[in-house]
Structure formats: C-alpha cells, structure tokens
C-alpha cells in the first residue's frame, strides 16, 4: 500500500469520525433509557452532541422529558445526559439567584439539568417568573438577565448572561412559552416486553465520561465555523430555532445523520403540536363547531344566546361549568375580545339581536387554530346541493361558474384558505373567482361553499 492510499484512508477515517461519535452515543443511550420513538432518541443524541458546540450556535434548545405518571423514564434520561455533556449541574430546588449566577458563570457555560420541574411549574407550585424568565430568554445567546446588586454603599444595575443549554424532566405539562422553545419527549412506562439495561452510576458513569471525551476530541477537530443547513418546509418559525442546530450537528456528522434528523424533526415538530391548548383556543375551535354543525344550517351569523346555547352542548367542552358557573355573554365577548373579535347588531330573519358573525370569526380561526381534518369538510358539503368533495368536483365547479367571470392571473394571488402563495388551483363559486392549494381545498369548502350554495339555491326558487 502506497503513501497516497494511506492517505486517502485516513482522510475517510476522520470523514467518518463524526459518525461514529454520534452512533456510540446513540447506541449508549439506547440500553438505558426506554424511548417512545426511535426519532426521540436520534433527538436527544443530537442534543448532546449540540452541547459540546455550544460557541457556534445562535440558540439552543430546551430538550424536555415529560410524562403523565411517575416511573416513567424521565430521570433516567437526565441521568444519562450527565454522562455525557460538559459542565453538568443538577438544578434541583435551586434558588433563582442560584441559578442566575451559575449560568453566568465566566469559567464557561453550565449545562442545566432540571429534574421535578413540575415542582417548578406546576399547579400546586408557586409562579417562579425569574425561573421561568431565565429559561425562556436563555434559549437565544445575548439574552441577559438584569438584578440590582449592593457595591459599598452604591446599587448597581448588573448584566448576567441568561444563555444555556437546559434538560427538563416533569410531569405534567410546561408553560407554552417553554413548551415552545423545546424538543418534546414524551416518556412512558415501559411495559414487559421493553428491555433495558439497569443504569448505575458508579459503573457506566465512567463509560459515559469516556464517550463524553470522544465528543469533545471531534468537536476540537471541527472549524470554528458551521454551515448552516437546510431545512425541511414543514420546520419553520421557532422549530426552526429549536432544530437548526441539531441538524446542524447531523450535518457535520454526515453519513446517514442528516437523513435521519431531518425525518425526526419533521416528527417530532408535528407531535409537539399536541399541546394542552389553552381556554382561548378550546373556545374559537367550539366556535367553530358550532357554526359548522349541519342541524344549524352552517349560518352566517349567530346571536350570542344561540352560540352559547351551541356552545353548551359541544361534547367534554368547559363551558357549562366555569369555575362553578355556565359561561355568560359577558364572558364570551371578554374572552373573544382577546382576539379582536366583539360583538354587533347581527340580522337573522326579522331579528337584529346582539352576536357573531361568520366572516368575523373566520380570520381568527384560520390563525390560531389547524385545518379542519377532511372528514369534517367532507360531511358539511354533503349538507349542500353539490357534493363537493374532492378536486374533481373542485375543478368541476370552477368550470361552470368563472367562464363569464374570468379571474386574475394566478401568479398575483395567494391562498383563500391560508393566505399563502405557491402552485394554486381556480375554483369558483357564485361566479366569483377564489385560488386554494390542493390541501386546502376540503377546508376551505367546509367554512365557505355550503352558506354560498344555500343562498344561490333560494334566490333560483320562484
């Protein structure tokens, strides 16, 4: 073997480096800790490894193990994190001035690991604003916390650095500003046939710190600059901070790394959006129930005593007890008042009572709240005279109404469903023209076409 083919094999033996790295970490924490997917353990691999990066990345992510029971894993997966990231700190009952002082620390960043959060967080624990103000702003290097500090006999205003990397571990839910800035695992007891190995400390502690040098010698090896990845199009807006640098990370790894964070991600961001919603949102989602239910005829305005009414017999909804009490027009206008939405004289037949109307609430929900699910647009445009139910029907209903009504180039135009641009198709109701993605489409129809072919159909009788 030649000089040049020895070459070459080193070259491709550091090339792979990264790879083997991330592969025994995933391979250690795999015999430890029960995951509830394989893309949750590829995150909290890549987790790890983002720690030791620390200098490069403009944020880092919470990682966030929770669970609804006890005995489900969640310290286990701290446990083995200690191994294996720098400056490990067990942030149990600590104070906030504590805590403040051991993130800004000069002799480099802690890694915050935080057991018990709901003890922190929870409904029987107290607000812990400092707490929780630390961990949000920390997510973003240049966050600072500020805190009056006694110098002689002068008070000064003292800037401390808020930026760390954070492991939680809880039962229960976080607040949604954390929940936001977080990976979420969502742990769970193991049942018989789910092996693991027992972890001890005293044992596998030794392993982890030698895995936890192995990590470090790969990240002393790398630039001190990273090339952003791409990322998919389902990643956006703050999953875009949680897990840039995670593929990143994947990235810099190679092989079959960026592959799979990617397919984790895109996971894992979809499964966060099973979150506790808060009042506000089980409201407008009720709402919008209400004035899609096909007994009422998919009206176009609703007084407020109907849309309560409506609002009451929604199956496991709140509103008929509020703390003790049903919920009151006064507290319906308070609550959608929230999102810009009051009430007015509304017409419905000879009546001009005070309430909602359709057009009024439609914006608010394409905002906050997701797509109807096909099912539910599918079963409201059987309740009309066209079954409009796929794009078939979609394109067949813009061919018979637009020929006299031509619509502007597409090239001008966005969404009538989420108000985003990209390959939109015509379609076309009451003569009027209107561009939906193909998704869309099925949504769309549900909130729009049935009340627009109710009133076509009356103004054809005689």
Not at 243 to 267: C, F, T
Request: proline content about 7%; aromatic content about 6%; some cysteine.
């Amino acid at each position: 073997m030649n000089n040049a083919q020895l070459d070459q094999i080193m070259l491709e033996n550091d090339a792979r480096r990264g790879e083997r790295v991330l592969s025994t970490v995933h391979e250690f924490l795999g015999r430890f800790v029960a995951y509830p997917s394989e893309q949750a353990r590829l995150a909290h691999t890549l987790w790890l490894v983002h720690t030791h990066l620390i200098h490069l990345w403009e944020n880092t992510p919470r990682i966030a193990f929770l669970s609804p029971e006890p005995a489900s894993g969640k310290t286990r997966a701290l446990e083995t994190t200690e191994c294996l990231v720098p400056r490990p700190m067990e942030a149990v009952n600590m104070s906030p001035s504590a805590l403040f002082r051991s993130v800004g620390n000069p002799n480099g960043l802690p890694t915050i690991l935080f057991d018990e959060i709901d003890t922190i967080f929870g409904p029987r624990a107290k607000d812990n604003e400092d707490i929780r103000g630390l961990l949000n702003a920390g997510h973003r290097r240049g966050a600072k916390t500020y805190r009056s500090v006694l110098r002689g006999r002068q008070v000064k205003v003292e800037a401390i650095e808020a930026f760390c990397p954070v492991a939680l571990a809880g039962i229960g839910w976080l607040p949604d500003t954390l929940m936001s800035r977080s990976v979420i695992v969502r742990m769970r007891r193991r049942h018989q046939a789910e092996k693991i190995e027992p972890f001890r400390r005293r044992i596998h502690g030794k392993e982890g710190a030698r895995i936890r040098d192995e990590i470090g010698a790969w990240v002393r090896s790398l630039p001190n600059q990273v090339q952003w990845p791409d990322l998919p199009r389902e990643i956006q807006d703050r999953a875009a901070d949680i897990w840039e640098p995670l593929i990143a990370v994947a990235d810099l790894a190679g092989g079959k790394w960026p592959r799979l964070a990617r397919e984790a991600a895109v996971a894992l961001v979809a499964a966060a959006t099973d979150t506790e919603p808060s009042l506000g949102l089980v409201l407008l989602a009720d709402t919008r129930t209400v004035f899609n239910d096909p007994a009422l005829g998919y009206p176009d305005a609703m007084s407020s005593k109907e849309l309560l009414e409506g609002l009451h017999r929604v199956k496991e909804s709140p509103w008929s007890d509020l703390r003790g009490k049903p919920l009151d027009e006064r507290g319906l206008a308070y609550r959608l008042r929230q999102y810009g939405v009051k009430p007015k004289t509304v017409r419905i037949g000879t009546n001009t009572p005070k309430g909602y109307t359709r057009a009024d609430l439609h914006d608010v929900w394409l905002r906050y709240l997701p797509a109807q699910a096909p099912e539910s647009a599918t079963s409201a445009t059987e309740a009309t005279e066209h079954d409009v139910v796929d794009v078939a029907d979609v394109a067949l209903l813009a061919e018979a109404d637009s020929k006299d009504d031509p619509a502007p180039p597409i090239a001008e135009q966005c969404c009538a469903h989420c108000h985003e641009s990209g390959e939109l198709q015509l379609c076309s109701v009451d003569g009027r023209p209107y561009y939906l993605h193909r998704e869309c489409q099925k949504a769309w129809l549900a909130l729009e076409i049935p009340s627009n072919l109710e009133r076509r159909a009356n103004s054809a009788r005689p």
